[in-house]
């Protein structure tokens, strides 16, 4: 349609469509989850952190946040333990399997930037991201 085509946001829209596809996809091909990735990558970046903390920075719903841990800690990717100074909280970390696990994974998700970007030249990709990181950040108060 003419008059959406024009629009950054239609735009945006639809390349968030397709680079959801192609992860979704991908991630299932490898037996996996895109969140579950998400966990184990900021796990790997923070360290032991509580799910409370794990949900923050990954932008997880609590709920989902537990499920998926369940599922993680059932497949031995990642352990928790009693935090040392809140008996209410888990500390949740990352295990050497969890480490070969996202390693793993981290091929999967080169796979899908290598196809979502396979219309671009090297150069326009680094424009690319440069661009959509700046758009997908949020405004400064006094803009």
Known sequence: MERLDGRATWQVSRAHLRAYSLLQELFAD????????RLLAALDEAGAVSQAELG???GLDRSDVSVALSALEKDALIMRAAHPTD????????TARGRDELLRLDAVVEQAQTEFLAPLTAEERGVFLDMITRLGREPDAGS
């Open 30 to 37: 490898a037996g996996a989850r895109a969140y579950h990735y």
């Open 56 to 58: 923050r920075v990954t």
């Open 87 to 94: 008996r209410r909280q888990n500390l949740v970390s990352l």
